[in-house]
């Protein structure tokens, strides 16, 4: 998936836990804070792909990708596996945690929105052609659904003509049938 898409799913998947889910009152530095790391999660499992979104937004990101990328063991290994997410959300805990030492906003809110994010890029690739090793070390692909060919291409044209305005869809049924909920949610958004 590209980028754009992942941006979306990212957005659409925390769209659906605000609509579902019991949510805390939180400041609106903190919304703004989770939305932006919500983004950050929906592209960092791509951190192993030196051409990756996530880098090309950054400064010298192209640099660092190409230097972490070796070390991640390249495309779609350990980030994109249950052991890259507790990995990679034990180290965004403790980063958050230097954070909130100058950046006060609710971390907690902050994690779990990154999560959202990075959990839904793994979702989503399990739906292209290269699949995901979910369950890395062991070298297994997983992808939905199991025959390779009714998959995905990544950037392709089911991606742009499907997957995308699916995606837009499903962000227009959410905000249409949840919309009580996003209203009060807002309501009590800056406290
Ligand atoms: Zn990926």
Redesign the pocket.
């Known amino acids: 998936m590209t980028g754009r898409t992942h941006d979306l799913a990212a957005f659409t998947a925390l769209g659906y836990v605000v609509a579902t889910q019991p949510i805390p009152t939180i400041s609106l530095a903190t919304g703004l804070v989770a939305f932006t790391a919500n983004m950050i999660g929906g592209l960092a499992?791509?951190i192993d792909q030196p051409t990756a979104d996530l880098w090309r937004r950054l400064p010298v990101g192209t640099l660092l990708g190409k230097l972490l990328a070796p070390i991640l063991g390249g495309h779609?290994f350990i980030s994109?596996s249950i052991l890259g997410i507790i990995l990679f959300g034990a180290f965004t805990k403790f980063l958050l945690n230097q954070m909130s030492a100058v950046l006060i906003v609710d971390m907690s809110v902050v994690w779990w929105s990154f999560m959202i994010g990075y959990i839904s890029?793994l979702v989503m690739?399990t739906f292209t052609k290269e699949g995901v090793p979910w369950l890395f070390p062991i070298p297994i692909r997983f992808g939905i659904p199991p025959l390779k060919i009714f998959r995905i291409t990544t950037g392709g044209v089911l991606e742009k003509s499907f997957v995308f305005p699916g995606l837009i869809i499903l962000n227009i049924y959410l905000y249409y049938n949840y919309y009580s909920q996003f209203l009060s949610f807002l309501k009590h958004f800056v406290k």
């Open positions: 499992p791509d779609r994109h890029h690739d």
